[in-house]
């Protein structure tokens, strides 16, 4: 495997944890500890955001969340920082065979997907079809296209193979999403 | 006041909750808001990092965390982008009227930060010094210069006023805290 200085080198390979599951998260958790790891990117999970109302606290260090709410999130699950260029995404999985339906990303998403993108940054979604077992990495601008263009509420897998990049799934790290970014980067420069 | 643009524009303003303290955090979210609103930066604090042992399922869309515990933050507190640079940083207040102790910043943040850093972003952290009402930048490059060169706990203001920016009060945003990445920007370049 090449990397930006054309060199190859040996990668850290990032433990395998028996009580993790094969889900999408857990494969993109692996690949930014993976990146993380290897230095090739800083990319991380953001904390699930929630509204904490009741707090016990025992001792100084030792404080008991007893009652908390889940928040709508406002932006997006990954950000950070690859080759200078900021990054942003969201992922997500459907059991469907055919399309991938809108209503699984929040509207003010994607708002935030395309601020991002009119700020310089790349922005996309990771969308796996769990019952083929595919993973596809949409961009940002492409999925602005469909949603001007188009009145359906699912985006049909046809439009994820003509326009996204299929994720193939490795060992280490599990999805190379990285891999892709840089195939749009040396095609379509950057905004 | 002028924009990238050059340009003077007239801003939206940032509403102003009552029940809202004068915490540094609250200015740099009023500050944040800001910059979303008039479309100049996409900056978000990141959600508290906490462990969810229990959660009530009451109804499908009532859930309640009924257990849960504080998580050490393995990044910053904030971090978006700004005129397509990665801004990552973390803010801390200090009663303290001469230095800032180190031990308010977890060595993996710090690390964090030098992580930006090498990949191109822009890092640093915000401190107040409440006693004094003075609110210092000092960007991740300076931040590290000092830990190689000092064996002190703890950073002197004088160092601040000298390498770091005094960020000024304002009403709207209330710290404005980008005009200060801005003049590093036309100083020094990007790294």
């Keep these: 495997m090449k990397y930006p200085s054309g060199v190859n080198k040996t990668y850290e ?3 395998n944890y028996s009580n993790r599951g094969m889900t999408l998260e857990s494969d993109i958790n692996n690949s930014n500890e993976f990146y993380l790891l290897n230095n090739i990117a800083v990319i991380y999970k953001k904390p699930t955001p929630i509204t904490i109302n009741k707090v016990d606290y025992k001792s100084r260090y030792d404080a008991k969340i007893t009652e908390a709410y889940f ?6 699950d990954y950000n950070g920082i690859y080759k200078g ?6 992922a997500k999985e459907t059991n469907s065979l055919t399309s991938f339906p809108l209503n699984n990303i929040h509207n003010h998403q994607i708002d935030h997907l395309k601020k991002i993108y009119n700020h310089g940054g790349i922005g996309f979604i990771i969308v796996r079809f769990n019952k083929l077992n ?20 699912s985006i ?20 190379d999403y990285l891999k892709a970014i840089d195939e749009r980067i040396c095609k379509y420069g950057k905004s």
Tied chains: 1, 2.
């Excluded at 928040?71 to 997006?76: D, E, L, Q, R």
């Design 85 to 90: 260029y900021y990054i942003d995404f969201e």
């Design 134 to 153: 595919e993973t596809y990495i949409l961009m940002v601008e492409d999925l602005i296209n469909f949603l001007n263009n188009e009145d359906r509420k």
């Design 13 to 15: 390979k990032v433990k």
């Design 156 to 175: 049909p897998i046809d439009y994820f193979k003509k326009y996204g990049y299929l994720l193939k799934e490795n060992f280490n790290p599990r999805i």
């Design 71 to 76: 928040k709508t999130p406002s932006t997006t």
